[in-house]
DNA sequence: GTGAAAGCGCTAACAG
DNA sequence: CTGTTAGCGCTTTCAC
């Protein structure tokens, strides 16, 4: 490994000399700046940023957990976070905690050895004592979607608001005389916010009674499809999903049974990922700027490390109702809105 | 930070005596180590990895680049990589290039400066001089899905037989007459691989009058679903196209213009990723087994690193046709074979 | 079984 | 402007 020492050797002069070079520090003739920056290319002198960190004590890396990479809602975030970091010449180190609480608290210790500058944590099962050795290592800590702890940054969606828009399109513009919920898990932060949404706003319209059900299942394709069957028992007219995936599921069991949307049965969905413009009966759903949420989390990771005077704070994102086919009124496919996938 | 320094002093010890017995090294009695290593958990010892990269010049992380995170395909691809670093406790810098050779060239800059043990590489553009710096920093490569430089291990999924398989389908089975291709960018290996294969197979079965036209487009959603009017003035009763992204496009449109699938028009994608199997008419695609792909890369990367003598080598995954409704036949949605959505 | 000493590659004071 | 010196936290001979 070629190393500053021996460009120094080859320069005739110190390593310290060198390094000012390198780092584009001033105290160095401009002669003598040339004439090292062309020995170390022609070299092909590659920096030790870990040698480098170990002294500034700033790794310039950060640590991004994930629950699944391969959910595009997360995908887009890591996306945003790394569209930032990237520009900074900070590398991102990914842990892909597989929904695993264990593996979690595995990759927090390992991102602690590796002495990361900050970490970007999403998790719905975090809890504040986890984040402790982060404190402790004086590693700074952004939540996503998940307020963990008071004193910590957190960027989310508002995903309160976004219910609450997309309920009120149901009843006043749709029309949905009986709805059914289908949930995920209770315990999860943004679920419990939008089940809440959706009750206050039917309060709010006046509309309570209309809500027939709420069923609570594996939030996937799977899930959805099975629990169709059980909810048409009830014979609502339209459904509220908690996420697309689910709604698609939901969709297809009513394609496979004669059973159509939304002439039948109204169907809603939440994200807005990319399949839910591509399906035949595309859903209307609540467009969440992941990419964007991304590179909130990311610029605000950043600013903590390089002032670390700065308080955390809290940042929200307004989603944004997508009015499709799914439950009824007009529309028309169209690609002008690209950001709708690709955020 | 508290180093090892601090808690050789805390047990009266040499920092020597307290990094052998930290890392299981034999020469330390067995009070003395547990008296260690009980101080070290009490006041929060975090081993500073980078240090210790340092001087045993082995920083245990390693690189992975992508074209987009977000494409489902690569999402498995960094899933199964991570699935096996993570337990070597290796971690994984994520560089997403987004599809840009000028962002590429950075990363791999970027990931030298970082020492890290070993790349994977999954670019489509990349050429043999744009990996010089990796062998010249002594930094272990692994190419996926493109066979960048003979002296270099590459694994991919075999493309060849996975399309070789589906046109047979297509022509024996799902009994097509006319056909179009609607392809990506033609300078890609994969595509190559699979339009040579395409056009071998029907050469094969004394079927090449069949192939109307290939098509060569941006391969996406948008792409399918705006190619489609074109091809379908040629009056084919099917359609291949390079991934189920494009299908899926194709499907839309047909859907929106009263074109039924498979009826009308056979539909046959490549890749099967998730929504394959969603839409309301599931496609007819070629598995390919991602999830796998990332963990034989990883595998690998780790043999070579762990012994400098391995040779490189050539892994090839086949692929599986999977048969839905798209292009005709028998088919009944199913959820037992989950590892379709997930490998 | 434990300690002393050297050094990985780099940066940051402080001199000159 | 450039050199000297010290040291980041850790591992690893080589002594004892």
Do not use: W
């Not at 509309?207 to 009830?234: A, C």
């Amino acid at each position: 490994m070629i190393s500053i020492k021996d460009i120094a050797q080859s320069c005739g002069v110190t390593p310290a000399t060198v390094s000012r070079a390198l780092n584009g520090q001033k105290g160095v003739s401009d002669a003598l700046r040339e004439k090292i920056l062309s020995i170390a290319e022609e070299v092909g002198y590659k920096k030790n940023q870990l040698a480098a960190g170990l002294i500034t004590s700033r790794t310039n890396m950060i640590g991004l957990l994930v629950p699944d990479i391969t959910n595009p809602y997360y995908a887009f975030i890591a996306k945003g976070v790394s569209s930032i970091v990237e520009q900074h010449g900070i590398g991102m180190l990914l842990c892909n905690a597989d929904r695993s609480a264990t593996n979690e608290l595995r990759f927090f210790q390992m991102l602690c050895n590796y002495k990361v500058d900050g970490v970007i944590i999403i998790s719905v099962t975090a809890k504040k004592e986890d984040l402790l050795p982060f404190k402790n290592s004086n590693i700074k800590v952004v939540c996503v979607d998940n307020p963990i702890s008071k004193d910590l940054s957190c960027v989310m969606n508002d995903n309160y608001s976004g219910v609450c828009d997309l309920i009120e399109h149901m009843v006043t513009v749709t029309k949905v005389k009986s709805l059914v919920v289908v949930m995920g898990y209770p315990d999860v932060y943004t679920n419990q916010q939008r089940l809440r949404a959706c009750k206050d706003t039917l309060e709010k319209l006046g509309s309570s009674e209309i809500l027939l059900k709420t069923f609570f299942i594996e939030p996937d394709y799977e899930g959805g499809y099975q629990v169709t069957p059980e909810l048409l028992k009830l014979e609502p007219d339209a459904v509220f999903a908690i996420n697309d995936t689910v709604a698609v599921g939901i969709i297809a069991y009513c394609h496979d049974h004669g059973i159509r949307v939304p002439e039948d049965l109204k169907v809603a969905g939440y994200d807005d990922i990319g399949i839910a413009s591509m399906i035949s009966v595309p859903l209307t759903t609540v467009h969440q700027r992941k990419f964007v949420l991304g590179q909130a989390a990311a610029r605000q990771l950043l600013q903590e490390i390089n002032d670390p005077t700065r308080e955390p704070s809290k940042v929200e994102l307004f989603p944004k109702l997508v009015v499709r086919a799914s439950c009824g009124e007009e529309f028309e496919r169209n690609f002008k809105s690209k950001d709708q996938s690709s955020t």
